[in-house]
């Protein structure tokens, strides 16, 4: 399995961003996929995740009504729009992907994969 994520790159406050995570190997339709983030001396953190279609997305409270998180089951990939983008936004984010029956989609422990992650700087 192998996850590939881009997208990221430089951007001032207030502007956005969209991080694309294509999956090679597993299904996304049938697989939970999360982002997580780690900035510089923190600790990752979970930032959206997506399970069915039809159910509501997950958001971190820091990113929700900014955030949104999406998936191409043609293309197999998931993205992660982000916009109103904050200084504090500045990390490396990652994609995961997981078992749909995961109980916890903002545990890193419920996802298998992990993508190589793509640095994302908000300057202020």
């Known amino acids: 399995v192998q996850l590939q994520a881009s997208g990221g790159g430089l951007v001032q406050a207030g502007g956005s961003l969209r991080l694309s995570c294509a999956a090679s190997g597993r299904t996304v339709a049938t697989h939970a996929m999360g982002w997580f983030r780690q900035a510089p001396g923190k600790k990752r953190e979970f930032v959206s995740a997506?399970?069915?279609?039809?159910?509501?997305?997950l958001y971190a409270d820091s990113v929700k009504d900014r955030f949104t998180i999406s998936r191409d089951n043609a293309k197999n990939t998931v993205y992660l729009q982000m916009s109103r983008l904050k200084p504090e936004d500045t990390a490396i984010y990652s994609c995961a992907l997981g078992s749909i029956l995961s109980p916890n989609l903002k545990s890193g422990a419920s996802y298998d994969y992990w993508g190589q992650g793509t640095q994302v700087t908000v300057s202020s």
């Open positions: 997506i399970r069915w279609s039809v159910d509501s997305p």
